[in-house]
């Protein structure tokens, strides 16, 4: 069974700056999340979705922060304008959804962001 | 607001010995409670726990959940260096929602 998929691994860009990524979850995953892991500490939800409807999107800046899950399946997280303090691991997990399970969740290799 | 807390933050150790780390939550729907290892970024799963007084256990790891007292605690016995990381912990609550703690630095030295 294929894992979760993120793209790209790495970037580095300035303040001001637009950054886009990439997650394709593992097929027939309904539930797809966002996280940002600042260094020493745990992962903060950022936006979780239920196929292509959102869940939760409580601690998302959406000033700057934008995600969009088209057709259900893969999803895209924008940044824009990017903040020094934007600087993180994203973390793109899934689950297979089954509502009221506590289903565990997948994670993909996330994407270091830099932002200088 | 959902709270999950782990403790130590960061643990230093030597090979061979065992160690306890904890989580407590307060959180409003719970559903169950995951333990997650991570070594560069990517968090895999170790555990998940949904009743009271179950030990889970692979290999040197356990875990055992508290739904009374609100918290669990993973223990790894005969520590390896491998088993440096960082451990995270995770309620999973109605709707699929994941809140993770702060995590527990473990570190083995040789």
Redesign the interface.
């Not at chain 1, 950054?19 to 500490?41: D, E, R």
């Not at chain 2, 307060?26 to 560069?40: A, C, D, G, P």
């Not at chain 2, 016995?77 to 703690?101: H, M, P, R, W």
């Given at each position: 069974e294929a894992g979760v998929a993120q793209s790209p691994r790495y970037k580095i860009i300035e303040k001001r700056q637009s950054v886009a990524f990439w997650c394709n979850p593992i097929s027939g995953h309904a539930?797809l999340?966002w996280?940002q892991q600042i260094l020493?500490?745990?992962?903060?939800?950022l936006i979780?979705f239920?196929n292509n409807g959102v869940?939760?999107d409580s601690q998302l800046p959406k000033d700057r922060f934008s995600a969009e899950r088209l057709k259900g399946v893969d999803s895209t997280l924008k940044i824009q304008p990017a903040k020094l303090e934007d600087s993180a691991?994203y973390?793109c997990?899934s689950?297979p959804?089954r509502?009221?399970?506590?289903?565990?969740?997948?994670?993909?290799?996330?994407t270091?962001l830099t932002v200088v | 607001e959902d709270k999950?807390v782990?403790s130590p933050l960061s643990l230093v150790v030597h090979e061979g010995d065992t160690v306890t780390l904890n989580c407590s939550y307060e959180v409003t729907n719970f559903?169950?409670l995951?333990w997650?290892k991570q070594e560069?970024?990517?968090?895999?799963?170790l555990f998940?726990l949904?009743s009271s007084g179950i030990e889970k256990k692979s290999g040197r790891l356990s875990s055992i959940l508290d739904k009374k007292e609100l918290f669990s605690i993973l223990n790894i016995t005969a520590t390896q260096t491998g088993d440096s990381a960082i451990y995270?912990c995770?309620v999973?609550?109605?709707?699929?929602?994941?809140?993770?703690?702060?995590?527990t630095i473990l570190r083995v030295k040789s």
């Amino acid at each position: 069974e294929a894992g979760v998929a993120q793209s790209p691994r790495y970037k580095i860009i300035e303040k001001r700056q637009s950054v886009a990524f990439w997650c394709n979850p593992i097929s027939g995953h309904a539930t797809l999340y966002w996280y940002q892991q600042i260094l020493g500490q745990g992962p903060k939800l950022l936006i979780q979705f239920q196929n292509n409807g959102v869940v939760d999107d409580s601690q998302l800046p959406k000033d700057r922060f934008s995600a969009e899950r088209l057709k259900g399946v893969d999803s895209t997280l924008k940044i824009q304008p990017a903040k020094l303090e934007d600087s993180a691991v994203y973390l793109c997990a899934s689950s297979p959804g089954r509502y009221g399970r506590g289903d565990q969740a997948f994670f993909g290799q996330g994407t270091r962001l830099t932002v200088v | 607001e959902d709270k999950v807390v782990q403790s130590p933050l960061s643990l230093v150790v030597h090979e061979g010995d065992t160690v306890t780390l904890n989580c407590s939550y307060e959180v409003t729907n719970f559903r169950s409670l995951l333990w997650y290892k991570q070594e560069k970024k990517a968090p895999t799963f170790l555990f998940m726990l949904t009743s009271s007084g179950i030990e889970k256990k692979s290999g040197r790891l356990s875990s055992i959940l508290d739904k009374k007292e609100l918290f669990s605690i993973l223990n790894i016995t005969a520590t390896q260096t491998g088993d440096s990381a960082i451990y995270l912990c995770a309620v999973g609550e109605y709707g699929n929602k994941l809140v993770f703690g702060a995590g527990t630095i473990l570190r083995v030295k040789s």
